[in-house]
């Protein structure tokens, strides 16, 4: 539901939702299966993070951190994907992204803030291009594959007694939205060797087969680059 940026728009046109977003951004990912889930069509407006695009004076209006997503409702500006998300569960209450029981939508706000505060942050691209130059690429993977290890063992114990075909059952919820970008990105930019997570393995299953996640992934965007194979 998604449509390229750049062309010019009538009436309809200037009304779609537009999202600021990095094909490979995990955070970008998860605003566009919200987006998917919820029906939402949309304008992609892609942001080269390699060429410092984000750095711009234009996008610095939308977002002075210099982070994607953005996402762009007429007048209101969003800019960081928890706020987004929160934002189209209250102004598009279609196909809720939480579900009503109190204790499960606990259980996904923990599971979603354990990838937004203790995964994704110490795999950004700032983060680990320092570590690269500092220390060489072999202690930059070595980095990442602690940081993402130890979510992923938390979140093993944490949704055992809750997941189903997906997180915390058999429906889709905020905690599927940060888990499938998480792991696709762990898998095939880290290595990351899933058989240590089972629980996470069979939940990654059903995002392979359900298209509002597997739309959202990184190279099914329009600003998709081709990534060498090791």
Request: charged residues 25%; negative net charge; proline residues 7%.
């Amino acid at each position: 539901m998604a449509s390229s940026g750049g062309g010019g728009g009538g009436g309809e046109e200037s009304k779609k939702l537009k999202l600021y977003s990095y094909w490979r951004s995990s955070c970008s990912c998860r605003a566009r299966i919200a987006l998917n889930l919820k029906g939402l069509d949309y304008e992609y407006i892609p942001v080269n993070l390699l060429k410092d695009e984000q750095k711009s004076p234009e996008f610095l209006k939308l977002n002075p951190l210099g982070f994607v997503p953005v996402l762009v409702d007429g007048d209101i500006v969003i800019a960081d994907s928890f706020a987004i998300l929160l934002y189209l569960e209250e102004k598009y209450p279609q196909r809720p992204l939480l579900p009503r029981d109190l204790q499960m939508k606990a259980l996904n706000y923990q599971a979603a803030n354990i990838v937004y505060a203790s995964i994704q942050p110490y795999q950004n691209i700032p983060i680990i291009g320092y570590i690269k130059e500092k220390l060489g690429p072999d202690e930059m993977l070595s980095w990442v594959h602690l940081h993402i290890k130890k979510g992923f063992a938390a979140l093993e114990k944490l949704l055992e007694n809750y997941a189903g075909k997906y997180a915390t059952g058999d429906e889709p919820f905020l905690a599927d939205l940060f888990l499938a970008p998480q792991i696709d990105g762990a898998v095939r930019r880290f290595n990351v060797d899933m058989n240590e997570f089972p629980n996470l393995s069979k939940i990654n299953e059903s995002y392979k087969e359900h298209s509002a996640f597997q739309d959202a992934m990184p190279e099914k965007q329009p600003d998709a680059q081709p990534v060498a194979t090791k």
